[in-house]
């Protein structure tokens, strides 16, 4: 009788640990305008934008991991070949419009991880040593975990260089990366990724195509990281519960 119940508490334990790994992980890409993909004297339709989002959706799906983007926006939808065009990205909107919104969009999306770019706007109405607005967003995004008994990733990136207009640039990602390792220190879930390499742009501000495969490829590297980490933590938690069952 014993070794018949511990038969069927293996299948079970074994059942929930394979239907953990197969969970699709839900990616929210969120943002400005290089979220979105919009440039100066852009006259493409929005069924033709896609930015990074595209390139890293293709990279993920040859490494077959099983996502889905979310957000309540969508474009790209004449895009070849196709993609998931879900994402939450804003033209001309800065940290502290992001802030505004977030909550309601995790409610609404409850990603699982988030690929935030923002702070390229921030400079025409603070300063850029001035981290408030995306402090609000991580704030924000903490609140809804508590809330919600839930857990967010956070990939954390240095914003792209802007020639045109971007002396503060290097001040911004410095008190960024200071901002993050405290938070981080203090048990934030961030990754912080450096965008700052990024140096093919169109308009002085937003990435040319080639740009927004190098920004997939970055934004690649980290999410499998994390997806990986995911993969050994629910390993490491589930085998001591399978050998007490021996």
Known sequence: MKNSIQSILTILLLSAFFSTLQATVKIMPL????TWDWHYNDSRTDAQRHGYRNYLWYKLQAANEDVDFVGSRNNGGS????FDGDNEGYTGYTTHQIADLVYSKLQQTTPDIILLHIGTNDSMYSSPTDMSGLIDILD???TYEKNYHTHITVVLARIIPLPKKGSWVPTFNASLDSMAADRINRGDDIKVVNMNTINTLIDGIHPTDSGY?????IWFNTVEEIMQEKRQQIVAALIPVYTLMQ
């Not at 943002?31 to 290089?34: A, F, P, W």
Request: glycine share 6%; aromatic share 0%; net charge negative.
């Open 140 to 142: 924000k995004i903490d």
């Open 31 to 34: 943002g400005d305008s290089i």
């Open 79 to 82: 895009v070849t070949p196709s």
């Open 213 to 217: 495969q190098n920004m997939a490829t």
